[in-house]
Structure formats: C-alpha cells, structure tokens
C-alpha cells in the first residue's frame, strides 16, 4: 500500500513563497505528481518528477528526493489566485500496472 | 494533453436508482481511471479500465456497485447502482497521456 502525508492548511502572504512538503512511503515508486484544485473543480495537473531534483516552471517548482521519500512544491510571488488545495500524488507500478494515489490534499490560502 | 468531457455535469438522484456517468477523450488511450472525491475530502481510486479487458477494482470497491464498461480507447462508463445517501460525490474521470495524468470536469452526484 502507499501512505502519503502533506500538511492540511498553510497561509502565506501575496507576493511571498510558500513551500508544501509531501512524504510518502511505496514499494513500487514510479514518479510524484503536484496538482492544484480550486473549489468545485477537478484537478489541474502542475508537475511531475521522476528523477531526483528540481523541476522548474514559471512560478511553480517541483522537488523530488527518492530516498528520503519526499517532495515539495514551491510557489513564488504569490498570487490571490493561487488560493487552492494542492494534491502530491505517486504513482506506483508494484501491483502489475500504473496506480496513481493521492494525498488528502494541503489546503492554501493566500492572504493580501 | 488531453481534452476529457463527462456526462451529465451533475445530477441528483433517488435512492436505490443507478445513474451511468460517460467519459469521452480526445485522443485513444490505454488506460482510463474513475475517482471519487467526497465532500472536503481528496481523490480516492475506484477502479482502473482498460480497454478489451476486465476493469481493476480498488479495495472497497465491487464491480456489482460500480460496473465499468471501456467499449474503445477514447470512452468509457462508470455506473453507481443502488445508490445510497453515502454515494453522494464527485465522480472524476482521468486519463494518463505522455506521464501525465489528466482530468475530466467531474460529474456532481447528489443521492436523496
């Protein structure tokens, strides 16, 4: 099975960064997922890696470390909009085909 | 990426009713997925469907209450029978297209 763990509501200031973390235990990893959810609608893909490091895009970074099972998500000069729940997710390919499971989510608000 | 549609958007129901919810992709894909996402909660995998094969069912849930049907590789179906109150969700359709994995809008379901 997988657990995955990231902190259920953070508050950040407009213009600042925010980091969310994300733990996760697996035995058949097989990449992270990032995506963002506004209320009422479905996710919105942000970020994936695969490979240990920092993936970079726009405001939006993603980090991944394989064997300390952790990943964050930065968002930099934040934006009222960015207010949203932000799901890590992993997939895993132990049981024979392509699982995708996901975390309960961080809830982000952004405050001016 | 890929375009995904669902229908009906939302629908509210009586008890002991089925409702089938349709999944259309833009592109032809191997694998299709059917979350559920209650209220407040994140995505919880229903099942996995590929296409000329049995649909992979999660643990917690049975292919009598939730019967999936994958006729070709850019649709599928997912029916909730014998709805109950506690069938009340968000039923998100997704599909996995170059490492990425995309959602459809979701379809409000409303048991009375």
């Known amino acids: 099975g997988q657990n995955i763990d990231q902190p259920t509501e953070m508050t950040a200031t407009e213009g600042a960064i925010v980091q969310i973390n994300c733990t996760y235990q697996t035995s058949g990893f097989n990449g992270l997922f990032w995506y963002q959810q506004h209320a009422g609608e479905a996710p919105t893909f942000l970020s994936y890696?695969?490979?240990?490091g920092l993936e970079e895009k726009g405001r939006f970074s993603s980090f991944l470390s394989r064997s300390k099972g952790y990943s964050y998500l930065l968002l930099k000069e934040l934006q009222m909009k960015d207010s949203a729940s932000y799901l890590c997710a992993v997939r895993d390919g132990s049981g024979g085909y392509q699982k995708v499971t996901f975390g309960t989510g961080t809830k982000l608000q952004v405050i001016p | 990426s890929a375009v995904i549609s669902q229908k009906p958007s939302r629908d509210i129901c009586q008890r002991g009713t089925s409702l089938t919810i349709q999944c259309q992709v833009d592109?032809?894909?191997?694998?299709m997925f059917w979350y559920r996402q209650q209220p407040g909660q994140s995505l919880t995998l229903i099942a996995t469907a590929n296409q000329g094969s049995e649909a992979t069912y999660e643990s917690g849930f049975v292919i009598d209450k939730f019967p999936i049907s994958r006729p070709n590789l850019t649709f599928s179906t997912l029916t909730v029978s014998n709805m109950s109150p506690e069938d009340s969700s968000i039923y998100l359709c997704?599909?996995?297209?170059?490492?990425?994995?995309?959602f459809g809008p979701g379809t409000r379901l409303t048991v009375t």
């Open positions: 890696n695969v490979l240990d």
């Open positions: 997704s599909v996995e297209h170059s490492y990425e994995q995309y």
């Open positions: 592109s032809q894909v191997t694998m």
